[in-house]
């Protein structure tokens, strides 16, 4: 007896959303170069988004914890980043794409390292106590934000850091009529890179089965036998090292931080979190690309009207769908 | 009479009794005692702060409602004040007009967000507000034809308010009314149903209780209290502009005050601003005494800097939520039983 689970119908809808935006935006910008400089430019700023808020949702979805500290991770990360690039000037002023993809390299696992063991550190420390209870983590995950960002501004002082990009990495590639800054393709590449890792991970491992399944019943996997508490923690380190990554990506994509960047990008995930559903890994994903779009988009067709995109866009999604465009069943 | 006026909610504690009536006292002739215009200043700061405290209050401490919108309202008191001053020219007319068109603005957006917000988990109700809060914040810094964008408005008042004793004492006044209207909320049938919603919500709304409804209107009276503090301090300062009253760090002050004092006890706002408004204003200069001592020490000496005063906030922040969930007003109330238990034990043991 071949007897097959009944499959769920995939839901498109939300997905289709991101290449539908771009189509729509298309005879507004008018210009076909224009259109392509600004998409990539959005689709670069929306994999960074991804990275960086893929983490907390996962974290949400698991473990019912709503991390307000993440931002911290991606502060750590954008600053040791900093630093390492700064040490390594050697490196990314060289006129060689190698050399300047070299530096690059150990920045990133480095703001990874950092971001990676002051989550482990933080969930230890701070978020274990107050498991199911709402208020205190909220309240505590709040406290460590002002603690990290005290210490960031204790260790690499207030004021902004500038950070230039590798020399290669500078300037715009021309395709056809159109330019795109070099560093938003690397983005863009990397995002997508970890887009599939991701992917794969949390769809072809038992790893990723046990994840998934600890967002929607997390007390049938451990009833099972997991320790969903270790997959956790597992969770929690890896969303702080992506967050790291992210950090990373955005101080190079912004060329500088400040201290303030965890508590500045803590909005703009909270919008895409809450966009694409809590606990969503795709919905996430949707999110972060129609917020990276959409801010480009009318940031060059309506300036002033692009501060407001944000937040416009998650009005529109939560009167469409209360509870994000992927809502995760069990919450 | 005392007992009512404080809606027979007492201190229940003798030692904060007697630093309640030393706080009142000590703010009551602050003009006189203290000369000087940053102890003045100080003082009005601490007022404002107790206002706008005590309505946070209302929200996390009896609601049980976290909410980062809490500035927006704050600036939209002040910014009343302060546009309607510009634009129609200093009198009591334009305070008045200012004052009813920011309480009216804070009851309308209060009751959208409650309604949208609050049917939804209090993660969710915390995450929206943040994100409105930050675009209400760019809002006011793009309409620099009505706020001044990020300059902000300076702005004159009426004739009557150009002594600063006299305006000290007005703003004393008020935030003393305020604060026991705030009491009376709190200790009326009203303010139990809301501390039985935070308790346990599922049961408030067993029993009868409309439970959406009464956070609605929790939030919007919390709203309407800090839209009043925001007067206030457009009253003050004489000038508005975003970062004196809409900022994310004020926001941030707030909920430190509110759960270092003491969450779900009105009083905690008052000793919590005093005590967070003196540390801000003369804490940085007492470090800065005691940083030649570690100054050879490198971490050490960056670590105690006067600038990184938040730090050890944060830190005694975080220890108030674990260990002493009703802050300094609670451990005080915890010191009174226990002494007062063993008491009863010693009477009772031979």
């Not at chain 1, 959303?17 to 700023?45: F, K, N, R």
């Not at chain 1, 399944?213 to 997390?218: I, S, T």
């Not at chain 2, 430190?256 to 706002?269: C, H």
Request: hydrophobic letters at 60%.
């Amino acid at each position: 007896m071949s007897a097959t689970l009944p499959r769920t119908r995939f839901d498109v809808v939300p997905l289709a959303l991101v290449p539908a935006l771009a189509l729509a935006a298309w005879p507004l910008v008018g210009t076909s170069s224009t259109w392509l400089t600004l998409t990539v430019a959005g689709l670069a700023m929306g994999m960074i988004v991804f990275i960086v808020a893929s983490g907390l949702t996962l974290v949400f979805g698991l473990m019912d914890v709503l991390n307000f500290g993440h931002g911290v991770f991606i502060a750590f990360g954008a600053f040791i980043a900093t630093s390492v690039l700064g040490g390594l000037a050697d490196w990314t002023g060289a006129d060689s794409l190698w050399l300047n993809l070299a530096a690059l390299l150990p920045a990133m696992l480095a703001a990874m390292a950092l971001a990676a063991a002051v989550g482990w550190a933080f969930e230890r420390v701070l978020v274990r106590p107050v498991y199911g209870q709402h208020l205190k983590q909220i309240l505590i995950t709040m406290g460590g934000m002002i603690i990290g960002e005290e210490l960031i501004k204790a260790i690499w002082g207030p004021a902004l850091v500038p950070l230039s990009l590798p020399a290669a990495l500078r300037g715009v590639l021309a395709l056809g009529d159109a330019s795109v800054e070099k560093f938003r393709l690397l983005a863009t590449g990397l995002g997508a890179l970890v887009l599939v890792a991701m992917l794969y991970l949390l769809n072809r491992t038992k790893l990723g089965l046990l994840v998934r399944a600890g967002v929607q019943d997390r007390e049938m996997v451990e009833s099972l036998g997991y320790p969903i508490r270790r997959l956790f923690v597992g969770v929690f380190v890896a969303g702080s090292a992506l967050a790291g990554l992210g950090g990373a990506l955005w101080a190079l994509y912004q060329q500088g931080v400040v201290p303030q960047i965890g508590a500045q990008l803590n909005v703009l995930i909270f919008i895409v979190i809450i966009i694409g559903g809590l606990g969503s890994t795709l919905g996430c994903l949707a999110g972060a690309l129609l917020v990276g779009l959409l801010a480009n988009y009318t940031g060059f067709l309506w300036p002033k009207l692009a501060l407001f995109s944000n937040i416009g866009l998650m009005v529109l999604v939560l009167l469409w769908r209360p509870r994000g465009l992927y809502p995760v069943t069990s919450r | 009479m005392i007992a009512r006026l404080l809606s027979h909610d007492l201190p229940r504690s003798r030692v904060l009794a007697v630093l309640l009536v030393l706080i009142v006292l000590g703010l009551a002739v602050a003009p006189l005692v203290f000369p000087g215009t940053k102890a003045l200043n100080v003082a009005a700061k601490v007022l404002v702060f107790i206002v706008l405290v005590a309505s946070f209050d209302l929200l996390l401490g009896y609601t049980g409602i976290v909410s980062f919108a809490h500035t927006m309202f704050f600036g939209i008191g002040a910014y009343g004040i302060a546009i309607a001053s510009t634009q129609l020219g200093p009198g009591w007319g334009a305070l008045a007009v200012g004052v009813a068109a920011a309480l009216a603005a804070s009851l309308l957006l209060s009751l959208l967000i409650g309604l949208f917000g609050l049917r939804v988990k209090a993660i969710f109700f915390a995450m929206i507000t943040l994100a409105v809060a930050s675009a209400f914040l760019t809002l006011a810094s793009q309409l620099s034809e009505w706020t001044g964008g990020e300059d902000g408005l300076s702005f004159r008042l009426p004739e009557a308010l150009a002594d600063r004793r006299a305006s000290y004492w007005l703003l004393f006044a008020c935030a003393t009314l305020l604060v026991l209207a705030m009491l009376r909320i709190v200790n009326s049938p009203f303010g139990r149903v809301l501390q039985a919603i935070r308790e346990n919500e599922f049961r408030a709304e067993a029993i009868g209780y409309r439970t959406v409804v009464y956070r609605t209107l929790g939030n919007v009276l919390s709203a309407l209290f800090a839209t009043l503090a925001g007067c206030l301090l457009a009253l003050w300062l004489r000038y508005n502009g975003p970062d004196t009253s809409l900022s994310f760090e004020i926001m941030l002050d707030v909920l430190l005050i509110v759960v270092i004092g003491g969450m779900g006890t009105v009083y905690g706002a008052v000793v919590g601003s005093l005590l967070f408004v003196l540390a801000q204003s003369y804490l940085q200069d007492l470090m800065k005494l005691a940083a030649p001592a570690v100054d050879g020490v490198p971490l050490l000496s960056t670590l105690i800097s006067p600038e990184r005063w938040l730090l050890w906030l944060g830190v005694l922040f975080v220890l108030s939520v674990y260990h002493f969930p009703n802050g300094i007003v609670g451990r005080l109330r915890a010191m009174k039983t226990s002494q007062s238990a063993h008491h009863i034990k010693k009477e009772t043991s031979p």
